[in-house]
């Protein structure tokens, strides 16, 4: 089974600032993918970025990026010129791609993100 | 945005009354799922499906129940419902060749009381 930890419950960042999310994962998989979904007010579940584990390049979406270390299991997601429609919930999410896996998502507790202007 | 509905959006029942949750989807997608929500603990996995009639359990399966007997509609049905299950449900979809995005209905909220 898998494990995702997201330490930080909330943060906040000044407008135009840099942010980042911190994620942790624990799998004996080799095959997976990893996803940050972003949750406004809305409640409407939006996908940020995601990233194929055999890829080493980090994944990169106009202001969002992460930093995918495999051997340290971490996944972290950095906002970049933090803009007030950044403000939600950010989930980090776990995939195993093995046989009979079913594509589930295992997710982490979340990170409520504030941004100030 | 892809057509997923969740119905209905709200509800709220007493303890021990059966509830059913309806997703539809519009996608044909293969994959579908059903999720709760809770604070503190980000969403966990109730129930899938691989396709018509193909359902397995999640993480928190314990006193739900689903079926799946069209592609485009799969119902979650809480047996009796104890207050331990009010919650955000949410319904997702994907398929495979997708890049393994799912994509997530609007939720329903439901209270046990």
């Known amino acids: 089974a898998q494990t995702v930890t997201q330490s930080q419950p909330e943060m906040s960042v000044q407008e135009a600032e840099t942010v980042t999310l911190s994620c942790t994962y624990d799998?004996?998989?080799?095959?997976?993918?990893l996803f940050w979904y972003k949750q406004p007010p809305s409640r409407q579940m939006i996908l940020v970025i995601r990233?194929?584990?055999?890829?080493?390049q980090n994944a990169t979406e106009n202001r969002f990026s992460v930093n995918f270390q495999k051997a340290a299991k971490s996944f972290s997601l950095k906002i970049s010129d933090s803009q007030l429609g950044d403000t939600a919930m950010y989930f980090c999410?776990?995939?195993?791609?093995?046989?009979?896996?079913?594509?589930?998502?295992?997710f982490g507790g979340g990170t409520r993100l504030m941004v100030k202007p | 945005d892809a057509g997923i509905t969740q119905s209905p959006r709200h509800k709220v029942t007493e303890t021990g009354t059966p509830v059913t949750l309806r997703c539809h989807q519009t996608?044909?997608?293969?994959?579908m799922y059903w999720y709760r929500q809770d604070p503190g603990h980000g969403l966990r996995l109730i129930h899938y499906?691989?396709?018509?009639?193909?359902?397995d359990k999640g993480e928190v399966s314990d006193g739900y129940s689903v079926s799946r007997s069209k592609t485009e509609d799969f119902l979650l049905t809480l047996e009796s419902a104890t207050s331990s299950q009010t919650s955000v449900y949410f319904c997702?979809?994907?398929?495979?060749?997708?890049?393994?995005?799912?994509?997530f209905g609007p939720g329903t909220r439901l209270t046990v009381t």
């Open positions: 996608e044909n997608h293969r994959y």
């Open positions: 990233q194929e584990a055999y890829k080493q």
């Open positions: 799998t004996s998989e080799s095959n997976y993918y």
């Open positions: 999410a776990f995939m195993n791609l093995g046989d009979n896996a079913g594509n589930m998502l295992t």
């Open positions: 997702a979809i994907s398929e495979e060749g997708e890049a393994y995005e799912q994509y």
């Open positions: 499906s691989y396709g018509v009639k193909d359902t």
